[in-house]
């Protein structure tokens, strides 16, 4: 009865440490899945900035490389690692695609879900005048 015992203590313990383990790995997804929506949130209002910015100097000078240079501007003063990927002029409406990466614990270092820390926002603007 006794050795029965013994394994039956060591057999709770083993489910004990696996639903510990389980609890663990749920709280870390759940931060990287916060992380990232904090990053998407943060990501769509940076590029709202952007946008407006680059719509507003591409109104002013009628000028592609004068509205990207803005838009980097904007960028730099916000001190992100968001990257400009694609600025597009299509009559007065500029669009900006941003991409930035969340800083995740988990997801961003397994390679089948490295995309999912990719954060990539695309916003658009007119100037204030039109």
């Given at each position: 009865?006794?050795?029965?015992?013994?394994?039956?203590?060591?057999?709770?313990?083993?489910?004990?440490?696996?639903?510990?383990?389980?609890?663990?790995?749920?709280?870390?997804?759940?931060?990287?899945?916060?992380?990232?929506?904090?990053?998407?949130?943060?990501?769509?209002?940076?590029?709202?900035?952007?946008?407006?910015?680059?719509?507003?100097?591409?109104?002013?000078?009628?000028?592609?490389?004068?509205?990207?240079?803005?838009?980097?501007?904007?960028?730099?003063?916000?001190?992100?690692?968001a990257r400009l990927k694609r600025i597009?002029?299509?009559?007065g409406e500029v669009t900006v695609v941003?991409?930035?990466?969340?800083?995740?614990?988990?997801?961003?270092?397994?390679?089948?879900?490295?995309?999912?820390?990719?954060?990539?926002?695309?916003?658009?603007?007119?100037?204030?005048?039109?």
């Amino acid at each position: 009865m006794t050795r029965r015992s013994a394994a039956q203590d060591g057999l709770v313990g083993k489910l004990i440490l696996a639903w510990l383990v389980l609890a663990a790995l749920l709280v870390v997804l759940a931060l990287d899945v916060g992380s990232i929506m904090l990053a998407r949130y943060r990501t769509a209002d940076l590029a709202q900035d952007v946008s407006f910015a680059a719509a507003e100097a591409f109104a002013d000078t009628d000028d592609v490389e004068t509205a990207r240079v803005v838009a980097l501007g904007e960028l730099r003063r916000a001190g992100t690692d968001a990257r400009l990927k694609r600025i597009e002029v299509n009559g007065g409406e500029v669009t900006v695609v941003l991409v930035d990466r969340a800083g995740t614990l988990l997801l961003g270092r397994l390679p089948f879900a490295d995309d999912l820390a990719k954060v990539t926002v695309t916003d658009s603007a007119v100037p204030s005048g039109g």
